[in-house]
């Protein structure tokens, strides 16, 4: 069984992108893959600003990355970008530590001026992190996010389609790898 570990760069306590990510957990446990969460936000920010490389929080989250198969970002753009909080994060991961590993990028955000960020801003630093494949990403409109009562998220149907077609391509990804034994 593939292990998937799913990155959320929000440093927002009410946030979309961590909802988002949730909901993508689910949907790739749906599958029979094994996925988790890494909240960044929950890492002492103490650690990520003094990029402290040996600190207990830091290793543990590092050996997360490292033991998993495959890796989904989600950032929320900010300022035309991704979060600084989800660099402070790939700031401290070793140089080659998406090597060998399948990475769907996801972002979501206010206006559709940024729908491009995934490509020429997130894309390139996970890139440099020397990962074996990275399928195609998402960007989604907070305002096609709709939180329910009970936290989960409803997104617009087409939205929803989307998202399952690149999460299948992902999935798909992290199937030829283990066949290919690499
Ligand atoms: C400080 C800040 C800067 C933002 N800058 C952008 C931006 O440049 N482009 C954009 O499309 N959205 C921008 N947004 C909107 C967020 O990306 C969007 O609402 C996103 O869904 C928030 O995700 P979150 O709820 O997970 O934090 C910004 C939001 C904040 C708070």
């Not at 290793?59 to 979060?83: C, M, W």
């Not at 494949?133 to 409803?154: A, R, S, Y």
């Amino acid at each position: 069984m593939s292990s998937v570990l799913i990155i959320s760069g929000s440093p927002s306590s009410t946030s979309r992108t961590e909802r988002l990510a949730r909901s993508i957990a689910s949907r790739i446990n749906a599958h029979g893959a094994e996925a988790t969460l890494l909240d960044v936000r929950s890492l002492p920010a103490d650690d990520l600003l003094n990029a402290r490389f040996e600190a207990p929080s830091i290793l543990e989250a590092t050996a997360r990355v490292a033991a998993a198969d495959g890796i989904v970002v989600a950032t929320p753009i900010y300022k035309a970008a991704y979060s600084g909080l989800l660099k402070t994060f790939l700031d401290v991961l070793p140089q080659f530590a998406l090597r060998g590993k399948v990475v769907l990028p996801l972002a979501t955000g206010g206006t559709v001026a940024h729908v491009l960020a995934i490509d020429y801003a997130l894309r390139p630093v996970l890139s440099s992190l020397d990962p074996l494949h990275v399928v195609n990403g998402l960007f989604l409109l907070d305002k096609q996010i709709t939180v329910l009562e009970d936290n989960q998220i409803q997104l617009e149907p087409e939205v929803d389609q989307r998202l399952n077609g690149v999460i299948d391509q992902f999935l798909a990804g992290l199937k030829r790898v283990a066949s290919a034994g690499i």
